[in-house]
T-cell receptor
Framework: DTGVSQDPRHKITKRGQNVTFRCDPI?????LYWYRQTLGQGPEFLTY????????KSRLLSDRFSAERPKGSFSTLEIQRTEQGDSAMYLC?????????????FGPGTRLTVT | AQSVTQLDSHVSVSEGTPVLLRCNYS??????LFWYVQHPNKGLQLLLK??????LVKGINGFEAEFKKSETSFHLTKPSAHMSDAAEYFC???????????FGTGTRLTIIP
């Protein structure tokens, strides 16, 4: 299967701990997106990479959040000093380099629970 | 800024009857619109997309949607509901330039046997 993969699928952590999530996009896709989905809501955009460059960050992404895509392939999302409000599903998506392709393919998500 | 509004948070239909999930959009230019489906404990799956070609768009699993500029709507329909259609459905608009997606709040579709 060559879809978008995310690891881990579930993460339980205590408040104040740091966590890191990984996303592996579809191999030929140069755009990678992170979204956050809380219970009963639609996903909300967090940040976006084109190759290794982080081109946009949402205001939702506080200073405790950092994302990287060092070689333009996989990406990591780190949350420092987690808070209970960070509990959510974190979704990764990728899309083709074709101009205005728009079609994003989503991974299964990482569910974070902060206790 | 672009946005979408899903008019119903929950829709229930009987198996074999038509499905209508309503979505209105707001955009300052010609939008790209999508419907995604999310089954419990599964990832988001693209049902169909409109990107300024034909206004009636056909998707997977018998779903279709019609782009109506005059009504700023993009409603999702299916002639006959199946039990497997029970899921959360999201209407989505793509932002011009970086193509980031803005999701609606979702409509939960329940199928009554």
């Amino acid at each position: 299967d060559t879809g978008v993969s995310q690891d881990p699928r579930h993460k339980i952590t205590k408040r104040g701990q740091n966590v890191t999530f990984r996303c592996d996009p579809i191999s030929e896709h140069n755009r990678l997106y992170w979204y956050r989905q809380t219970l009963g809501q639609g996903p909300e955009f967090l940040t976006y990479f084109q190759n290794e460059a982080q081109l946009e960050k949402s205001r939702l992404l506080s200073d405790r959040f950092s994302a990287e895509r060092p070689k333009g392939s996989f990406s990591t999302l780190e949350i420092q000093r987690t808070e209970q409000g960070d509990s959510a599903m974190y979704l990764c998506a990728s899309s083709s380099p074709e101009w205005r392709s728009y079609e994003q393919y989503f991974g299964p998500g990482t569910r974070l629970t902060v206790t | 800024a672009q946005s979408v509004t899903q008019l119903d948070s929950h829709v229930s239909v009987s198996e074999g009857t038509p499905v209508l999930l309503r979505c209105n959009y707001s955009s300052s230019y010609s939008p790209s619109l999508f419907w995604y489906v999310q089954h419990p404990n599964k990832g988001l799956q693209l049902l169909l997309k409109y990107t300024s070609a034909a206004t009636l768009v056909k998707g997977i699993n018998g779903f279709e949607a019609e782009f109506k500029k005059s009504e700023t709507s993009f409603h999702l329909t299916k002639p006959s509901a199946h039990m497997s259609d029970a899921a959360e459905y999201f209407c989505v608009v793509a932002n011009f330039g970086n193509e980031k997606l803005t999701f609606g709040t979702g409509t939960r579709l329940t199928i009554i046997p």
